[in-house]
């Protein structure tokens, strides 16, 4: 699963060729949620509320980002970083 970003201990990743909708991968300590690009919804997992914040304004910041890896994804073609949350 190649990782995206990483910040405050949270590792953000996408998996090549993975079921729609769109959406990435939050893990923070045991936690771990699948996450809709578009929206933000927490499609299946959890995040503590703190961990959820620091995503879901990340994910504002890098949606187009996001939405460009998950095309790579889909093709399985490299993916390209994303910056993390400073």
Known sequence: MPELSRFFGIIIA??????????????????????????GEVI???????????VEEWRLLHQ???????SLAQDRLPLIKIEPLE
């Open 44 to 54: 299946e997992g959890f995040l503590s509320s703190r961990a959820l914040r620091l």
């Open 64 to 70: 187009d980002e996001l939405v460009n890896d998950w």
């Open 14 to 39: 996408m998996y090549y060729n993975d079921h729609s909708p769109p959406h990435f991968h939050a893990k923070y300590e045991a936690d771990q949620a699948v996450i809709r690009i578009e929206t």
